[in-house]
Structure formats: C-alpha cells, structure tokens
C-alpha cells in the first residue's frame, strides 16, 4: 500500500521570503501522481501543483515549484514570495496512475503561517 | 453551479442518530470520491463513484455508512446510529473521470456526534 509522510506539522515563514514544505512517500509503483493541496479555514482543498512521476522536470505554477526526486521518494513544495494568503494548511498527496479508483492518498498536513 | 456543493456546512448529532450528507458535483463530472477528515489529519478516501455505480466502497469504516448516487449526479453519504468517533469533516470531490486529473473539492461538512 501507498503510504504519504509529511514530518513537518508546521511551519513559519515571514512575508516575501522564501519556504519549503516536504513530503516522502512510499510505492512500489513507477507511475504515479504526486499533488500539493491547499487548505484554508473554509475547508476547501485547492490544488497548488501536480506531478507525473514520468516526468522528469519539475513542475511549477508562479509561485510554487516543486523538488521531485524519484529515486528517494521525496516531493518538496518550495514557495517563493511568500504572501499573507499564503497561510494554510497543505498536503501532500498520491494517486496511482491508470488505476480503477482514482482515489488520493494524503500525508498528515502541514500548517503554514505567513508572519508579516 | 460553478464548483462542487455540500450541505449542511455543519452538522450537529446526538450519538445513536442517523445524518444523511449531500454533495452536488460539478455537471457532467463522472467521478464522485467521499473523504473522511479527522480533526488534525488529512483526508482519508471513503468510496468512489462512476456515474452511478459505486466503484470502490474499500474506505467506508462500518456498515454503519452507506453512500449512493442513483442517477450519477448528487450523491448521499448516509451514516447511521452515529457515534462519537464518525465526528469528521467529510469531502466531497468529482472529476471528470478517466485520466481527468485534476479533482474539484467542496467545503466539506463538519460533523459533530455529541
């Protein structure tokens, strides 16, 4: 089975500068997709990122990159500029590639606060 | 609507009674996933819908929930004889199936069993 860990419960960053959120997961799959989410107070989960693990390049939207490395098994979430709307709680999560149920398998979250 | 609906937002239970869920998902998506969030944990997956047939029902923890969506659009998570540890947000989310990969959520429902 799948398994997502994200060892930082949280995690503090000041306006503008520069964070890095991780992520490890477990699989003896060789495609996959990895996904960053955004959780504010209203609940709602917002995709920030998505990876293929086919792909070696990493992803980016403005703002958020992320570090994929395969061979570990690591997915950090690197936001730059960090801003106030920022704060949140993310996951990291995984999905199986052309699999039956394209159901997500979560980490535990990490919250991030945005110090102005 | 524009993105997935849930109701109620929130939810409040007597332990031994029955709450039904509701989740509008975005038209024409196929795919439909119930997650269970405990306080301070990520989501965890439930069940899944293609259209109307309930793919994977392997998250659902009891026979006590029981998800349907008879005519693959609005979906109803059931849980019956609540008990004070089904107290969870719960998630909706669809997709447009296949290899869509990009699932939309809702705001979820809070419920708390007292």
């Known amino acids: 089975a799948q398994t997502v860990t994200q060892s930082q419960p949280e995690m503090s960053v000041q306006e503008a500068e520069t964070v890095t959120l991780s992520c490890t997961y477990d699989?003896?799959?060789?495609?996959?997709?990895l996904f960053w989410y955004k959780q504010p107070p209203s609940r709602q989960m917002i995709l920030v990122i998505r990876?293929?693990?086919?792909?070696?390049q990493n992803a980016t939207e403005n703002r958020f990159s992320v570090n994929f490395q395969k061979a570990a098994k690591s997915f950090s979430l690197k936001i730059s500029d960090s801003q106030l709307g920022d704060a949140a709680m993310y996951f990291c999560a995984y999905r199986t590639y052309g699999g039956a149920t394209n159901k997500l398998i979560f980490g535990t979250g990490t919250l991030l606060a945005v110090q102005p | 609507g524009a993105g997935v609906s849930q109701s109620p937002r929130y939810k409040v239970a007597k332990r031994g009674q029955d709450v039904a869920l509701r989740c509008d998902p975005i038209s024409g998506h196929v795919s439909l996933f119930w997650y269970q969030q405990a306080l301070g944990q990520g989501p965890e997956f439930l069940t899944y819908f293609q259209n109307e047939a309930q793919l994977d029902k392997s998250g659902l923890p009891s026979d006590r929930f029981f998800a349907e969506r008879p005519e693959g659009s609005v979906s109803t998570l059931k849980i019956q004889r609540t008990q004070q540890e089904d107290s969870a947000v719960y998630l909706c989310a669809s997709s447009l199936g296949g290899q869509g990969l990009e699932a939309f959520f809702g705001q979820g429902t809070r419920l708390t069993v007292v």
């Open positions: 699989t003896s799959e060789s495609d996959y997709y």
């Open positions: 990876q293929e693990a086919y792909k070696q």
